[in-house]
């Protein structure tokens, strides 16, 4: 059963940055730490996020992305980028977005955590890197990453591999939950099956559901950055 390797644990409080000439209260700055921390149920010791409604909570404790993927944004934006260079706390490699699915089940550290979805893109990272096209693009890669919710609270340090304990039985990847989400959105008969993974987080569960129903949801704005106070 495949691992992974964290290459780098990053963390960082809520900070202000500016953007199209508005001040945006954000957590999505976060900086490396070479030190072993706590990982509570909803963060990481010496982490938050400014805008709870979109961010964090139990279903996203935990904000992972491949390094595998660094070499690529490097070359688009064309500059190095640092290690959280996507806001993430976990900048890992050997499992990416092809590899991993919802409800898979780690090791990290002492810790046992789950991934409950992709990451969602939204104007934040268009806000950090000054490029309004960002978020747009990593939803079009499928570079997006992914979220873990904490199954057991423990301490985690900066070299700790991610040890897979369980492979989900349904094996619905990352990368058809992206896929499912953001491109084929009329696919009903796919649409279900993503639903009926349990360990499906509740906010994308929702999302699913309301289209189903023919609801329109705050994803695009959220994406685009309508809604400039928000993280």
């Given at each position: 059963m495949?691992?992974?390797q ?7 409080m ?11 209260a ?19 010791e010496?982490?938050?996020q400014?805008?709870?409604k979109?961010h964090?909570?139990?279903d ?9 993927h660094y070499s690529?944004w ?21 499992l990416?977005?092809p ?5 898979d089940i780690?090791?990290?550290g002492?810790?046992i955590?789950q ?9 934040k990272l268009?806000a950090?890197?000054q490029?309004?096209?960002m ?7 499928g ?16 070299n ?5 304990l369980?492979k989900h ?12 989400m953001?491109?084929d959105?009329?696919?009903?008969d796919?649409?279900?099956?993503l639903?009926?993974?349990l360990?499906?987080?509740a906010?994308?569960?929702?999302t699913?559901e ?22």
């Amino acid at each position: 059963m495949k691992h992974g390797q964290l290459i780098s644990l990053n963390v960082g409080m809520p900070t202000i940055m500016q953007y199209n000439q508005k001040d945006v209260a954000t957590g999505i700055i976060k900086i490396p730490v070479y030190e072993r921390l706590e990982l509570y149920w909803e963060h990481f010791e010496g982490d938050g996020q400014a805008d709870l409604k979109h961010h964090g909570g139990k279903d996203k404790a935990v904000c992972v992305y491949g390094y595998e993927h660094y070499s690529f944004w490097e070359q688009e934006l064309g500059r190095p980028l640092p290690f959280g260079a996507f806001g993430e706390n976990l900048t890992i490699s050997g499992l990416l977005e092809p590899e991993v699915c919802i409800g898979d089940i780690f090791q990290l550290g002492n810790a046992i955590v789950q991934i409950s979805q992709p990451r969602q893109p939204c104007f934040k990272l268009a806000a950090l890197y000054q490029s309004p096209k960002m978020p747009l693009k990593v939803q079009e890669t499928g570079f997006t990453g992914f979220y873990f919710r904490v199954l057991q609270r423990g301490t985690v340090n900066f070299n700790d591999k991610l040890i897979r304990l369980l492979k989900h039985p349904q094996a619905i990847t990352v990368e058809f939950a992206n896929r499912v989400m953001h491109h084929d959105k009329n696919l009903i008969d796919d649409r279900e099956m993503l639903l009926s993974v349990l360990e499906l987080s509740a906010s994308w569960r929702s999302t699913l559901e309301k289209r189903g129903l023919g609801i329109k949801s705050d994803n695009s704005e959220r994406l685009i950055g309508r809604k400039q106070t928000e993280k």
